[in-house]
């Protein structure tokens, strides 16, 4: 079994992110105790060999002045074949073959 620090070091080499912490705090009062600041640092352009190039051109926001593209912090209606800007709040519809 690895140490927690090789634990933390192997999920870093493979997410691309590193935290100022690995634990958040558990309730309002240690996060107000907390010397150092909780952060992350991301590596955006980290190259993942497991996951597969996707195979169509980014979803953009159907808003003029936002043309934001979908992205993980979307909030997605999946019944309703829908997806909510996290910019602007628009909501877009789902192209067909995008799932």
């Known amino acids: 079994m690895a140490t927690f620090p090789e634990y933390i070091a192997q999920n870093e080499e493979r997410d691309g992110v ?3 912490w690995n634990v958040w705090p558990s309730s309002r009062l240690e996060a107000t105790r907390m010397v150092v600041p909780v952060a992350a640092l991301f590596t955006l352009l980290k190259e993942r060999p497991d996951l597969p190039p996707i195979q169509y051109e980014p979803v953009l926001c159907s808003r003029a ?4 593209v979908l992205n993980p912090l979307c909030q997605v ?6 997806w ?3 910019f602007c709040y628009q909501r877009n519809q789902v192209q067909a073959g995008v799932s």
Do not use: E, G, I, V
């Open 18 to 20: 590193r935290f100022s």
């Open 65 to 68: 002045t936002c043309r934001a």
């Open 77 to 82: 209606d999946y019944r309703a074949k829908l």
């Open 84 to 86: 909510a800007c996290n």
